[in-house]
């Protein structure tokens, strides 16, 4: 059962325009949610998080939504830039648990 | 921000030998550390957690012979593919949590090892 879900497993934008990554979560007692950017053949890189007592926050050109009624969060990044290019990753922890990612997507920033 | 380094960043090995991964926690104390699987195009998959000091936590379908995990110190982590097949070539990755409180869970990833078997 995957509890975190990224249903487009690709997404490309034009460079400067906003990007919005979407993730769906099932499981409501997730209450830290984060997002990590990777790029080939290296680890996943923290970008932002949110805690579920939160719905928005914001840093420099990354800001995170969180819409707990819907479970549903987004990323927006703008704006977009070449480097921004590489698959994202949403994660959702309860406490101390374990991380349960999504499966990614795949941003490409189209110069 | 914290850095946590593997080694190697790649190996290549004939099928049958045993590959030895060390993961590393350069600035901090990681209390849990984390190993992880990823299959081209697939999602990151937590192989176990292991807790400095103690038995790794396994998940399920993980082979705990196969994947022989020690959490020696606080700033290493091994995981070792034991009898490696050409089935077990994958990108493995560790990661390495604060044991602080603070309600952050960020955990910090390593660059991540190449695995190809013969």
């Known amino acids: 059962d995957q509890q975190v879900k990224q249903n487009s497993p690709s997404l490309s934008v034009q460079e400067g325009r906003i990007s919005i990554l979407n993730c769906d979560y099932t499981n409501s007692m997730f209450d830290y949610f984060l997002w990590y950017k990777k790029y080939p053949a290296e680890g996943p890189t923290f970008l932002i998080s949110?805690?579920?007592?939160?719905d928005k926050n914001e840093d420099g050109r990354f800001t995170v939504f969180l819409n707990k009624s819907a479970k549903h969060l987004s990323l927006h990044i703008v704006p977009s830039q070449p480097g921004d290019s590489a698959v994202y990753f949403c994660?959702?922890?309860?406490?101390?648990?374990?991380?349960?990612f999504g499966t990614g997507t795949r941003l490409t920033i189209i110069p | 921000g914290a850095v946590v380094s593997q080694h190697p960043s790649w190996v290549i090995c004939k099928s049958g030998t045993s590959v030895k991964i060390e993961c590393r926690s350069l600035d901090f104390q990681a209390t849990t550390m984390f190993w992880y699987r990823q299959f081209p195009k697939q999602s990151l998959m937590l192989m176990a957690t292991s807790n400095e000091g103690s038995k790794a936590t396994y998940e399920q379908g993980v082979e705990k012979d196969k994947f022989l995990i020690n959490h020696a110190s606080l700033t290493l982590s091994t995981l070792t593919v034991t009898s490696a097949h050409p089935e077990d070539s994958s990108f493995y990755i560790c990661?390495?949590?604060?044991?602080?409180?603070?309600?952050?869970?960020?955990?910090?990833f390593g660059p991540g090892t190449r695995l190809t078997v013969l």
């Open positions: 990661s390495a949590r604060h044991g602080g409180t603070g309600g952050e869970n960020e955990q910090f």
């Open positions: 949110i805690s579920s007592i939160k």
């Open positions: 994660a959702a922890v309860f406490g101390n648990e374990k991380l349960t």
